[in-house]
């Protein structure tokens, strides 16, 4: 089954880090950019970053520069997010999702279920 | 930054009624080389991520309803629901993806009226 599946993610204080991971299952992983985006709870959804698929390439939202790391293991078809210097506004739903067609950026049609991740004291 | 801005931000139809949510792009997302506009629309339900409907602005997702279509041009893009099903209820969003950050509208949350 083609399938996204992240983990990861739980309560961690102000100022602390966690890293969240999306396992790939049923395509060629390493044939496709990857994209994590997030959902504070109630609002809309906010793109993060992206990364190539030899993972040369990396692009990332101002908000997350400097503070959040996107990576990948094609060996373990397993995409990542290490995340530094925790802030509250950082609690959300953090998703990876595919674009549709292998070596491109294009429109997203596959998306993981999402894990939480909460910042508070 | 690419700003995608939705309208309106809530929506109340009938049943059976038409619904039509509007996206702006601060700038144009065509590209002129194969003459598309990179604009996606996605629909969330509670508790769920987002799903893929309309892609190039007006292409359809294999499987979506036909009862959904996109249009537009410009820097302007509607979604339509041409007869408003109960399933229908759910947040929209448009998202373009000529630019990187790959920017989202803010959302509409569509409801039966």
């Known amino acids: 089954e083609v399938q996204l599946v992240e983990s990861g993610g739980g309560l961690v204080q102000p100022g602390g880090s966690l890293r969240l991971s999306c396992a790939a299952s049923?395509?060629?992983?390493?044939?496709?950019?990857m994209h994590w985006v997030r959902q504070a709870p109630g609002k809309g959804l906010v793109w993060l970053t992206r990364?190539?698929?030899?993972?040369?390439?990396?692009d990332d939202a101002d908000s997350v520069k400097g503070r959040f790391t996107v990576s990948r293991d094609n060996a373990k078809n397993t995409l990542y997010l290490q995340m530094n210097s925790l802030r509250d506004e950082d609690t959300a739903v953090y998703y990876c999702?595919?674009?549709?067609?292998?070596?491109?950026?294009?429109?997203?049609?596959?998306w993981g279920r999402g894990t939480l991740v909460t910042v508070s004291s | 930054d690419t700003v995608m801005t939705q309208s309106p931000d809530f929506l109340a139809v009938s049943l059976g009624e038409r619904a039509t949510i509007n996206c702006r792009s601060s700038?144009?997302?065509?590209?002129?080389?194969?003459?598309?506009?990179?604009l996606a629309w996605y629909q969330q339900k509670p508790g769920q991520p987002p799903k893929l409907l309309i892609y190039?602005?007006?292409t359809r997702e294999s499987g979506v309803p036909d009862r959904f279509s996109g249009s537009g041009s410009g820097t302007d893009f509607t979604l339509t629901i041409s007869s408003l099903q109960a399933e229908d209820v759910a947040v929209y969003y448009c998202?373009?993806?000529?630019?990187?950050?790959?920017?989202f509208g803010q959302g509409t949350k569509l409801e039966i009226k």
């Open positions: 990364i190539k698929t030899d993972g040369s390439t990396i």
């Open positions: 190039w602005a007006s």
């Open positions: 049923g395509f060629t992983f390493s044939s496709y950019w």
């Open positions: 700038q144009s997302i065509l590209y002129s080389s194969n003459n598309k506009y990179y």
């Open positions: 999702a595919r674009p549709a067609v292998a070596g491109t950026n294009w429109y997203f049609d596959l």
């Open positions: 998202q373009q993806y000529y630019y990187s950050p790959h920017t």
